[in-house]
Structure formats: structure tokens, C-alpha cells
């Protein structure tokens, strides 16, 4: 089928002619709590800064509970360099050019500022969302770091949006239809939008709106900032306004239409409004935004997302869980879960991201789907903030095995490791075909916007509490340092992550009786060592679990967990053939520019162990390796290279080191090969073990027809002549 352009195409061409998830629940019941163990000038910064925010209230379906951004800090390591890049970006840029647009819509005057270009030009159809997505980055800036300046900026920028609400609603020509409408262009987009006028005749107007509302409940929930909230409350007051006297029909047809019916997250920011004004036109109009067709869909666990914009989608999930929480109706949760299932795994590429030029393609599409428009980052994005909402509600270990693969190997390395501070240096599409390059900058895109918040709250995840508040979960290694004041709780975690090492969690204040429940990840196969106090401790540290230590903890306790990483490989759903390398969570990629697959062999270099460092070899630099005459490097680094992040495999003799059979490896209709079903049962302890494996398993090809006689004698033969103990 024919697509629409994408807005990236729609970019490129005008060009040449213009959350969290955001964490927004802050545990700390109070700001002086949430200053303990920063320093005296930091706290006096917050006390002065009035910084109580009002957050809003943790739900009771929520069986597990986050941390506040400023709760946790990042230790050194990539994670902090990267989100330092972002900060000095946050410090650096003008706040005046994010509100130009504003401003000019208003009537005001711009103080000579111009547009950060992108979409977000004097004429473009979706301006006004990068400055909500500005107001997030600063907003978490400011929770991270306490940084007085941040705040400062934080509070000019919502003074500014505030004057251009009244501006527009008394004197705004054309005059808006609610004195709370507040955006970057006149209501004309949400007007035609009811007519139901396609892109790129209008773009996403409640995308835009969403954006910044967004921004408005992060300034006042991450930094106080009550005037953000009364400002919110108007455009929610005007959203309801528009809504809620139009059918259902009207409605659903809106929100079918491609890129002009997106409205991002609005059923989420709405439901959250709600939670801090608890004014039910506010909910009401949260409900306004089911895209019921979909939504019946995923209740039924009806696949319907081939060809659907991806970004369009995804965020409507998180808004459904929101609903769920203030509604009760299961259907919502239902939904969620589902449709997470829909995207995780079955359409998601080695790096964690989803989709190819923005569209969702057939299930289990990956190799057919590979070239240089994949895994738009603003998916990731959302697919992350869906799996913690996820999480909240039914701590399952898939939903951060999930995380971490996204985080680390899709927005990690979606920031470029240079710095920047007249552009974000974030990707947009991150190509997973061969010998692409990842492109970077996106300032004004949707992209460039989610890219700004991303780098900014790494820590979010790291640590989440049940509701009791009796158990920790340690969901991700990253070094950082937890301060729980209500369990008068301070806890380090040393970590080299993404880097193999040894994790250490040091209480450093405070104990008790606490049950810590570390996430054993699935990639961890090599078997994991927890240790207390340098003694062993018990209890299956199975792939995919959490391993739960309770006991009663005091200062000076050290847990220690080693996962020792492994080279693997993963396969795409669709051609077996097709596969990425993987040096346990790390997406390992052949640096090359040639522009078709790069064919790898392994078996031939397999000995007794099975192991894949029989036949790919570390490089002089950490978590480099080499194969086939070509560097793998892992992909979080952010540079502009060539790469490969699949690759063709091919075995298509029986070959046990420099025994040849002769014989062609023979698969099975489901496409696993002798070789593949030999190895898989590996490591072998002696020869005797192997030559035995390999005559069961021969005798097995030639009873399904999958071995003549003599292949089967000559297979048989090359494995008793093979010498595989090195």
C-alpha cells in the first residue's frame, strides 16, 4: 500500500526550500525530604524557589510506586556524560526562541527572537509542541540538579506562556472560542480538524496541545511552579469546551485520521490534570480521546496495527492505563497490555525501537522491513513510558527487560557524544539495514522534542518501591545513588553499566527490615553471583526473575551482583538467517559501509565449549570485538558511522573445525539447521559427549528425511575425526 510522506519527508523537503515516561509522581512528601543529601546551597535554592510541587498522587491499583527524579542521582559513567551534553543544552539555549512563536500568535511582541526552525518555524503547522517539550527538559533538569538558573528559566517560560493565555483571550485575533486556549497558531487547526481536513493541509493539532500541556503539569510537578497548573487547568478547561459537545462519531472519525488526528498523549495529560484539580470535566474530557475502534481491537487481543502510524498510536496506551486508574474499567488495562504485546518482540528491532518510516509493518516483519527509516525515536520514547506504566501495575520482568534494551541500545545511543548547545543532537529514524549512519540534530522535530527529555531522566526506573513501601525493586545497574527519606534510606549503587562488571549497592544510610529484589535480566545465561556482605547468598537467580534478598539492613551493607555478559545472537522472526550480536544487553554492530548484508560463518571455529568467542574476538578496545576482518562496536556510542546491525548468516556445509563432511546443513521447515540443534546443546565435556550428540541427532535428520544414509555416515564420521578441545 502507499504511504502518506512522514513528517521527517516533509522536513527534509522544506528544508532545502523549515512522560517517563516523564516521571511526574515524586515520593517525597515534602520538599524538605526531597533535599536531603544535597548540598546546604541546593537545599536553600529549593527552600527559597518554593519547589513543594503538588505531584500527583500515587494510584491504589498501582502495586509498585517510582521514585522522584530528584531522588535518585546518577553516578559517573556514559549515562551521566550523555545527559551532561543535554543539560548544557538545557543551560545554553534561549528562552526566547522557544517562546517566538507564542508570542507572535499572541500579538506580543518577540523581543527579536527567531523560531528554533525544524517545525517549529513563524508558519509551521506544528509549532508551539517544542516548546512544551523544552518545558520538560528544563522542568527535569531542574528536579536532577537544583540548579537555581534552571528554575529561573523554567518560571520565565510560564510567566511568558501565561501572558500570551490572556493576550490571546482578550484580544487574540481571531478571538478563541475559551479565554484558556493557549498554542503557537490560531484554533483554526482544531476547527478544520473537525471537518475532518487531512495532513499536511493541518498537521496534529491536540499533539501540539498535548506537548504543551505536558510541559505546563512537569513545571509544576517537578519544580512547583503553580502558575503552570492554573495555566494547564484553562487549556484543559477549553479542551472540554471543544469536546465535549461533539458525538462520539465525529470523534472517533477525528482521531482515525492520519498525522491530523494524532493527539499524542492527551487522554493521559487530561486524566492527570484531573488527578491535581480533581474537576471532572477534566476526565470527561480525557474520555473524549478513545479511538475506539483500536482500542475494541486490542481489548480482543486483535492484531489491527499493520500500517498504522506507529507514534500516533503508542502514546494513546499510556493515556488508556491513566484512564484506567481514575475509571476502574479493565478494558483500558486490557487494552494496554495487548497492545504492548503487539509491539515488544514481534515488531521490535535488535536496538528496541519499532517501526519503519513511522508505520507499523506485519507482524514479525523485521528482516523484510530493514533500511534506513527504522525505530523512529519518539517511539521508543513512548514504548518505554507504556512498559513502566505497565509495571506499576503488574511488576513483570519483561516490561524492564524491555526498558533496558530500549534504553540502553536505542536511546543511549540515539545522543550524539559531542556537545551542542543550539541543537538537542538527537536522532529521529535510527536505520537498521546495512551500512546506514545514524543522523543527528532534529532541532524543532518530535524527535528533537522527546530527544530533549530523554537524556534528562535516565535515573527514573532505576528504582521503584511497592506500595507497602517494604520492598526496593533495582531494576537497572546504572550507577546512582537512592535517598528514600520516608525509610530514612541512602543507597549507592557502583556500576561500570553498560560496561561488564561487578554492580555494588552500598547502604549508606540507614537500615531495617527491607526486602531488595534485584532484576536477574534474560540476557543473563552465564549464571549470576549475588553476594551479602562477601557471603553467597541462596535462592534461584533465574533469567527473567528478580532475585529477592529480605532481611534487616544496616549502614555499611554491600550487595554484590555479577552478571557476567555473552556473546549471542538473536534472529528476526521472519528469516532466521538474518541476525544481530548482542555482547549480553549491549547491541554489538559491524562498523562498514558496504550497502548489502556482511555474511558471518561461526560454527567452523566452534570448539567443545559452543561458544561464539570461539569464532569473534575482543579488540583492543573495551567492548570492541572483531570478526570476518570487521570491528564490532557496541552501539550506544554516539558517532556518525556506518554499520551493520544485522547480518546474514550463513552454514551451509557440516563443518567441525577442519573436519568437513561435505555434507550440506540441512534445515528443517521452520529453518533451524543441524548445526543450529547440535550447538544449542553445548558446552560439551569431552569428545565422547559430542560425537554422541552428533549421532543422535543425525539418526533424528535421516528419520525425517532431512539425511540421506550416507550423509548421515559422513557427518557421523567427520565429527570422530574432529578435534575440538582447544
Not at 506 to 531: D, M, N
Not at 643 to 649: G, I, L, S, T
Request: aromatic fraction near 10%; hydrophobic fraction near 35%; charged fraction near 20%.
Amino acid at each position: 500500500m502507499s504511504q502518506p510522506p512522514t513528517r521527517r519527508r516533509v522536513l527534509s523537503l522544506t528544508a532545502g526550500a523549515a512522560a517517563t515516561a516523564t516521571p511526574l509522581i515524586a515520593s517525597g512528601p515534602t520538599a524538605q525530604a526531597a533535599t536531603a543529601g544535597f548540598t546546604a546551597e541546593a537545599a536553600e535554592v529549593a527552600k527559597t524557589a518554593k519547589t513543594a510541587a503538588r505531584a500527583l498522587p500515587a494510584q491504589p491499583t498501582w502495586a509498585v510506586r517510582p521514585f522522584g527524579l530528584d531522588q535518585v542521582t546518577l553516578g559517573g559513567g556514559v549515562f551521566r556524560a550523555k545527559r551532561d551534553l543535554m543539560l548544557d543544552y538545557a543551560r545554553a539555549y534561549p528562552a526566547d526562541r522557544v517562546l517566538a512563536v507564542f508570542r507572535a500568535n499572541a500579538g506580543l511582541d518577540t523581543r527579536g527572537a527567531r523560531p528554533p526552525g525544524g517545525w517549529e518555524t513563524a508558519d509551521g503547522n506544528l509549532r508551539g509542541h517544542y516548546g512544551g517539550h523544552f518545558l520538560s527538559l528544563i522542568a527535569q533538569a531542574y528536579a536532577d540538579t537544583r540548579e537555581a538558573a534552571l528554575k529561573s528559566k523554567l518560571d520565565h517560560l510560564v510567566t511568558a506562556l501565561g501572558e500570551c493565555q490572556q493576550a490571546l483571550a482578550e484580544r487574540g485575533d481571531p478571538k478563541p472560542s475559551h479565554p484558556g486556549y493557549l498554542a503557537a497558531y490560531p484554533e483554526t487547526q482544531f476547527i478544520l480538524l473537525e471537518s475532518y481536513t487531512t495532513y499536511p493541509t493541518i498537521w496534529a493539532p491536540y499533539y501540539t496541545c498535548h506537548k504543551i500541556m505536558r510541559g505546563l503539569l512537569d513545571a509544576h510537578t517537578l519544580a512547583g511552579n503553580q502558575q503552570a497548573l492554573t495555566i494547564a487547568a484553562k487549556m484543559g478547561d477549553w479542551v472540554h469546551s471543544r469536546l465535549g459537545r461533539l458525538p462520539k462519531a465525529q470523534l472517533e472519525r477525528m482521531w482515525s485520521i492520519y498525522i491530523a488526528g494524532e493527539y499524542g498523549g492527551m487522554n493521559e495529560v487530561m486524566t492527570d490534570l484531573y488527578a491535581l484539580t480533581g474537576r471532572p470535566e477534566h476526565l470527561a474530557a480525557a474520555r473524549c480521546f478513545d479511538n475506539t475502534t483500536l482500542l475494541d481491537a486490542c481489548v480482543e487481543n486483535r492484531d489491527v496495527l499493520e500500517g498504522k502510524h506507529a507514534n500516533q498510536h503508542i502514546p494513546q496506551f499510556t493515556g488508556y492505563l491513566r484512564l484506567f486508574d481514575h475509571t476502574g474499567e479493565e478494558t483500558y488495562a486490557a487494552a494496554a497490555r495487548n497492545f504492548w504485546g503487539m509491539v515488544e518482540g514481534s515488531r521490535t528491532y535488535a536496538l528496541g525501537g519499532t517501526g519503519q518510516g513511522e508505520m507499523f509493518r506485519a507482524r514479525g516483519a523485521i528482516a523484510a522491513t530493514l533500511d534506513d527509516k527504522n525505530a523512529e525515536t519518539c517511539a521508543t520514547y513512548n514504548m518505554l513510558k507504556l512498559s513502566r506504566q505497565l509495571f506499576f501495575h503488574e511488576p513483570d520482568p519483561a516490561y524492564m527487560d524491555y526498558y533496558e534494551r530500549g534504553l540502553t541500545n536505542h536511546i543511549l545511543a540515539s545522543r550524539r557524544d559531542a556537545p551542542g548547545t543550539d541543537s538537542p543532537e538527537v536522532t529521529y529514524f535510527v536505520g537498521m539495514g546495512p551500512g546506514v549512519r545514524r543522523g543527528y540534530g532534529n532541532t524543532g522535530t518530535c524527535c528533537g522534542g522527546t530527544g530533549m527529555e530523554n537524556h534528562t531522566k535516565y535515573q527514573d526506573s532505576v528504582y521503584f518501591r511497592s506500595a507497602d513501601g517494604n520492598t526496593l525493586y533495582v531494576n537497572l545497574y546504572l550507577a546512582s545513588t537512592l535517598r528514600w527519606p520516608e525509610r530514612g534510606l541512602v543507597i549507592e549503587q557502583t556500576s561500570d553499566y553498560p560496561a561488564e562488571g561487578v554492580r555494588t549497592l552500598i547502604f549508606r544510610e540507614g537500615g531495617g527490615r527491607l526486602a531488595v529484589r534485584l532484576r536477574i535480566p534474560s540476557w543473563a545465561t552465564t549464571g549470576v553471583t549475588v553476594t551479602v556482605n562477601g557471603t553467597p547468598q541462596g535462592g534461584r537467580a533465574a533469567p527473567g526473575t528478580y532475585l529477592t534478598l529480605n532481611r534487616n539492613w544496616r549502614p555499611g551493607d554491600r550487595v554484590r551482583i555479577s552478571t557476567p555478559y555473552r556473546l549471542r545472537i538473536e534472529r528476526a522472526l521472519d528469516d532466521r538467517t538474518v541476525q544481530a550480536l548482542f555482547y549480553g544487553p549491549l547491541l554489538l554492530t559491524a562498523q562498514s559501509p558496504e550497502q548489502q548484508f556482511r555474511t558471518f560463518s561461526f560454527y567452523q571455529d566452534f570448539t567443545l565449549r559452543g561458544d561464539l568467542a570461539d569464532a569473534i574476538k575482543p579488540a583492543s578496545r573495551p567492548l570492541h570485538f572483531t570478526t570476518h576482518n570487521l570491528t564490532l562496536a557496541p552501539f550506544h556510542l554516539g558517532n556518525d558511522a556506518p554499520y551493520h546491525a544485522y547480518f546474514k548468516r550463513s552454514e551451509p556445509v557440516i563443518v567441525f573445525g577442519t573436519a568437513d563432511s561435505g555434507v550440506p546443513n540441512h534445515a528443517r521447515p521452520d529453518g533451524e539447521s543441524f548445526l543450529d540443534a547440535l550447538w544449542q546443546q553445548a558446552p560439551f565435556p569431552a569428545s565422547a559427549q559430542f560425537v554422541r550428540a552428533v549421532r543422535t541427532l543425525a539418526d533424528r535428520w535421516l528419520s525425517e528425511n532431512l539425511f540421506t544414509r550416507t550423509e548421515r555416515d559422513r557427518v557421523i564420521t567427520a565429527a570422530n575425526n574432529a578435534d575440538l578441545r582447544r
